[in-house]
């Protein structure tokens, strides 16, 4: 098995985990917002299971949760859990009753469609996200390569489609924008009212880091399904893993002990409002800087460009080494398992630098024509992972 379809049962096993955590902290506060962030990520790996095994077999009944969890429902609940941590009012709940009908509606179209399902063009060498959609062409239009034609009736009239497994018009597609709208809208949306209350107030500082996570994990699984489209399917699921990760960072970091204002003063008048940027906070802002530089990259891959990945490498380089350095000189005075998660968090980062060792000796010093995908996926799962855990341990 190759390392792409390795990783996503290894996502969907860390994506298990992560649920377990949420729903316990439900059970143990019973706050409604960590059980809908439970449900929301058990459907995302129920999305990322069936994804994987997708990319092996064929079963319709995989194909089911796959969109029906990872494609239509789990942006929208996990929003869901974002409102109700921010928003303490009865619509709300009449919010909770509205997505609950719609889910079920939505399973409802799903079972209707099932038997309608053209499984005779499924494939595992395409990634299922390529493969379930039937579109019409325009007079003219040309089928992309490798896909398959047919001339169905639709609405009345004879038409020509690029088959998919759902028949076109399915009712269950309409649904999905829905879902996914409510779900980039409170999640992004969370983001920003929790950073404009803490510019206002100066309190809850973790909710805005929480809230900003959640979104950059949802945003990026949006991302990785742009760059399948595009033809860049082995960063889908690494993708998914990263955004599980930052997505459970940020849970954590909501179910902290919320901090007043110790000045007892609200807005921006208040005394407590830091003098100067410290070295913690410039440390994570060059590491920020430095994995952002990958998005121009991939924004020039996406447009058919080839840039080269050198100049980009050493941006990336610069800022999250420099970063790491200005916050390895932060003292901490825990011990025990924090030691040992800090020592752990070390360890993954340098081992997601040092990936690129081999990486550079094949290609300019063996003169071989490596390719680059496997040390990418290595070096992000090491650097964001070991930077997970620091998140974590910092805020909680």
């Given at each position: 098995m190759s390392l792409n379809q390795v990783?996503?049962?290894?996502?969907?096993?860390?994506?298990?985990?992560?649920?377990?955590?949420?729903?316990?902290?439900?059970?143990?506060?019973?706050?409604?917002?960590?059980?809908?962030?439970?449900?929301?990520?058990?459907?995302?790996?129920?999305?990322?299971?069936?994804?994987?095994?997708?990319?092996?077999?064929?079963?319709?009944?995989?194909?089911?949760?796959?969109?029906?969890?990872?494609?239509?429902?789990?942006?929208?609940?996990?929003?869901?859990?974002?409102?109700?941590?921010?928003?303490?009012?009865?619509?709300?709940?009449?919010?909770?009753?509205?997505?609950?009908?719609?889910?079920?509606?939505?399973?409802?179209?799903?079972?209707?469609?099932?038997?309608?399902?053209?499984?005779?063009?499924?494939?595992?060498?395409?990634?299922?996200?390529?493969?379930?959609?039937?579109?019409?062409?325009?007079?003219?239009?040309?089928?992309?390569?490798?896909?398959?034609?047919?001339?169905?009736?639709?609405?009345?009239?004879?038409?020509?489609?690029?088959?998919?497994?759902?028949?076109?018009?399915?009712?269950?597609?309409?649904?999905?924008?829905?879902?996914?709208?409510?779900?980039?809208?409170?999640?992004?949306?969370?983001?920003?009212?929790?950073?404009?209350?803490?510019?206002?107030?100066?309190?809850?500082?973790?909710?805005?880091?929480?809230?900003?996570?959640?979104?950059?994990?949802?945003?990026?699984?949006?991302?990785?399904?742009?760059?399948?489209?595009?033809?860049?399917?082995?960063?889908?699921?690494?993708?998914?893993?990263?955004?599980?990760?930052?997505?459970?960072?940020?849970?954590?970091?909501?179910?902290?002990?919320?901090?007043?204002?110790?000045?007892?003063?609200?807005?921006?008048?208040?005394?407590?409002?830091p003098s100067k940027i410290g070295r913690?906070?410039?440390?994570?802002?060059?590491?920020?800087?430095?994995?952002?530089?990958?998005?121009?990259?991939?924004?020039?891959?996406?447009?058919?460009?080839?840039?080269?990945?050198?100049?980009?490498?050493?941006?990336?380089?610069?800022?999250?080494?420099?970063?790491?350095?200005?916050?390895?000189?932060?003292?901490?005075?825990?011990?025990g398992s924090d030691h040992r998660l800090?020592?752990?968090?070390?360890?993954?980062?340098?081992?997601?630098?040092?990936?690129?060792?081999?990486?550079?000796?094949?290609?300019?010093?063996?003169?071989?024509?490596?390719?680059?995908?496997?040390?990418?996926?290595?070096?992000?799962?090491?650097?964001?992972?070991?930077?997970?855990?620091?998140?974590?341990?910092?805020?909680?």
């Open positions: 990783l996503p049962f290894i996502s969907t096993a860390i994506i298990l985990i992560f649920v377990i955590k949420v729903l316990q902290k439900y059970f143990a506060t019973r706050k409604l917002h960590f059980l809908f962030w439970g449900i929301g990520l058990a459907m995302f790996g129920v999305g990322s299971f069936a994804e994987a095994y997708l990319a092996l077999a064929w079963s319709p009944w995989v194909f089911f949760g796959w969109y029906l969890f990872g494609a239509a429902l789990n942006a929208a609940w996990i929003g869901h859990g974002t409102l109700n941590l921010l928003v303490r009012k009865s619509w709300v709940h009449v919010g909770t009753g509205v997505l609950v009908i719609g889910s079920l509606a939505a399973t409802a179209l799903m079972l209707q469609v099932m038997p309608n399902l053209d499984e005779d063009i499924f494939t595992t060498n395409q990634p299922i996200s390529e493969q379930y959609g039937t579109k019409r062409l325009d007079e003219g239009e040309t089928a992309p390569a490798g896909k398959e034609t047919a001339v169905v009736t639709y609405r009345g009239e004879e038409v020509t489609v690029v088959r998919g497994l759902l028949p076109l018009g399915s009712t269950v597609r309409l649904t999905t924008p829905f879902f996914n709208i409510y779900g980039l809208v409170t999640l992004v949306g969370g983001a920003i009212w929790s950073a404009y209350l803490f510019w206002r107030k100066e309190v809850l500082l973790n909710r805005v880091w929480a809230n900003v996570l959640i979104a950059a994990g949802a945003l990026l699984i949006g991302f990785a399904s742009t760059l399948t489209r595009l033809g860049y399917g082995q960063y889908l699921y690494i993708g998914e893993l990263l955004a599980a990760i930052l997505m459970f960072a940020g849970f954590e970091l909501a179910s902290n002990p919320e901090r007043k204002n110790p000045t007892g003063k609200k807005g921006r008048g208040s005394k407590s409002r913690a906070t410039w440390g994570t802002i060059l590491i920020i800087l430095g994995v952002s530089v990958w998005l121009p990259y991939f924004y020039l891959l996406s447009g058919g460009s080839e840039p080269s990945i050198f100049p980009f490498l050493a941006a990336h380089l610069a800022g999250v080494l420099s970063g790491g350095w200005l916050r390895s000189g932060i003292q901490h005075s825990a011990g800090r020592l752990a968090s070390r360890i993954l980062i340098y081992l997601g630098v040092l990936v690129w060792a081999p990486y550079f000796y094949l290609t300019r010093v063996a003169g071989v024509d490596a390719v680059m995908a496997p040390f990418l996926t290595a070096h992000l799962t090491g650097v964001l992972s070991g930077l997970g855990l620091r998140l974590y341990l910092q805020f909680r």
